[in-house]
Nanobody
Framework: QVQLVESGGGLVQAGGSLRLSCAPS?????????MGWFRQAPEKEREFVAS???????????NYADSVKGRFTISRDNAENTLYLQMNSLKPEDTAVYYC?????????????????WGQGTQVTVSS
């Protein structure tokens, strides 16, 4: 079983940047899994942010929610066993708990039902 640990959340002013990271809690590799990020704001449903394929040959395919396209970049380093989410031009509406996810499907995903593993989440707060 894959256990995922997020880091990099925090408080930032609007227009600022943060980079989230995610890695397994053990030494197990997740290179065979598609990976992604979801978020949940207070009193709102959990929503898709971005996902990336398993990239076995370092050929990357990604999906983004419309609300973050052009501002967020998802990437992964299979050698370092780490998933990233670079978030630029942050807005107060990006405030949420961000969850790292993994799916046994090798392709990018967009729905909660496709997710097999969840991290505990990291808080991102954007002040106006």
């Amino acid at each position: 079983q894959v256990q995922l640990v997020e880091s990099g959340g925090g408080l930032v002013q609007a227009g600022g940047s943060l980079r989230l990271s995610c890695a397994p809690s053990t030494g197990r590799t997740f290179s065979g899994y598609a990976m992604g990020w979801f978020r949940q704001a207070p009193e709102k449903e959990r929503e898709f942010v971005a996902s990336i394929n398993s990239s076995p040959r370092n050929i990357f395919y990604v999906n983004y929610a419309d609300s973050v396209k052009g501002r967020f970049t998802i990437s992964r380093d299979n050698a370092e066993n780490t998933l990233y989410l670079q978030m630029n031009s942050l807005k107060p509406e990006d405030t949420a708990v961000y969850y790292c996810t993994a799916a046994t499907t090798g392709r990018p995903f967009t729905t909660i039902k496709e997710v097999d593993y969840w991290g505990q989440g990291t808080q991102v707060t954007v002040s106006s």
